[in-house]
């Protein structure tokens, strides 16, 4: 079974802190996501991924970074975290080219707030 | 303005009883999937569909992909209490995997 993991299922920090959130895969996937998902709002996409050191904007990426220095390791970073940053936060990885047909493998999320 | 658009937003239905969930877009999309998401986890994918009329079971679920590939349905037939959920769909216009995603039917099943 593919396999998303998050590193932090629930974390709380203080407005101006850096934050750091970790995502790995299991199955060698080329493209990897991350959305946020807001009652009302959806899930949105902030950045992705489609190789290692590659890294595109999505339709939020205001106030977030990523790092993919690794193929299976997608990182988000908010340098300097904002109470508008408060959400869920959803990792997800899938396969590219003839092998991807557009379904998303998601991690179990992670739940920040900021204070 | 929202790319998918879903409906109904919220269901509250007796155990037993049928539904159908819709999902509608004025673009073409290469695939679409639908997903079920539970409180406080990440959404789990349950279906893709790519060719247009395809009709896919999985279970008590149906799904139907429309013709011309812009909208597509999810029925269930005597829905039982563990299909409380946030039923999500997502549309690759690409097949690059960068989804636009509805947001979302939610789902309550009472005993």
């Not at chain 1, 991350?34 to 050191?53: A, H």
């Not at chain 1, 890294?55 to 988000?76: H, N, T």
């Not at chain 2, 919220?10 to 969930?21: D, H, K, P």
């Not at chain 2, 999902?23 to 789990?44: A, D, I, K, T």
Request: hydrophobic residues 30%; charged residues 25%.
């Amino acid at each position: 079974d593919v396999k998303v993991t998050q590193s932090s299922r629930y974390l709380v920090k203080r407005t101006g802190e850096k934050v750091f959130l970790e995502c790995v895969q299991d199955m060698d996937h080329e493209n990897m996501f991350w959305y946020r998902q807001d009652p009302g709002l959806g899930l949105r996409l902030i950045y992705f991924s489609y190789d290692v050191k590659m890294k595109e904007k999505g339709d939020i990426p205001e106030g977030y970074s990523v790092s993919r220095e690794k193929k299976e390791r997608f990182s988000l970073i908010l340098e300097s975290a904002s109470t508008n940053q408060t959400s869920m936060y959803l990792c997800a990885s899938s396969p590219a080219g003839l092998a991807g047909t557009g379904e998303l493998f998601f991690g179990e999320g992670s739940r920040l707030t900021v204070l | 303005t929202q790319l998918l658009e879903q409906s109904p937003q919220f269901l509250s239905i007796q155990e037993g009883e049928n539904l159908t969930v819709y999902c509608n877009s004025s673009s073409v999309f290469s695939s679409l999937q639908w997903y079920r998401q539970e409180p406080g986890e990440g959404p789990v994918l349950l279906v893709t569909v790519v060719t247009g009329g395809e009709v896919k079971k999985l279970k008590r679920l149906t799904f139907q992909f429309g013709d011309a590939r812009k909208d597509s349905s999810l029925h269930i037939t005597a829905a039982q209490p563990g299909d409380t959920g946030l039923y999500l769909c997502a549309g690759d216009r690409t097949n690059a995997g960068k989804s636009t995603f509805g947001d979302g039917t939610t789902l309550t099943v009472k005993p």
